[in-house]
């Protein structure tokens, strides 16, 4: 999913329903925090206490809506935040802010290292 001006306002309520769970935002702050190495699945679920069901669950959620991407490492699923998106959607929700005026929040997409 690419975020930009004039997107398909389905996609950004995808991606911000996705967050509007209190443990599926916690995921997806802990894997920002994590970085671009990411996390297993495992370590998520113990960090975080959830149930492996659980953590199943919301990142099904969360890879649905592209937020996190799942890779294969061994036998571990690591798990990271798509920076792309998430620096997309908050471009996407500030688009227009400060009348068009540079402000911290145009600064964003370049805080993450991976952003084009």
């Known amino acids: 999913m690419i975020y930009c001006s004039g997107m398909n ?8 329903s996705a967050l ?4 599926r935002l916690a995921i997806f702050r802990l894997l920002v925090v994590a ?3 990411g996390m297993a699945a495992g370590e998520i679920a113990q960090q975080l206490g959830l149930s ?29 935040a798509n920076f792309r998106a998430m620096t997309g959607l908050i471009g996407f929700l500030t688009e227009n802010c400060c009348a068009g005026a ?3 929040a145009s600064d964003l997409p370049n805080c993450c290292g991976d952003a084009p």
């Open 52 to 80: 492996p069901s659980s953590l199943s669950f919301h990142l099904k959620d969360l890879s649905h809506a592209d937020l996190v991407t799942p890779r294969q490492e061994g036998r571990f699923v690591i798990y990271t």
């Open 35 to 37: 970085g671009p190495q």
């Open 9 to 16: 306002s389905n996609l950004v309520v995808c991606a911000l």
């Open 20 to 23: 509007a769970h209190e443990s």
């Open 102 to 104: 540079t402000c911290s």
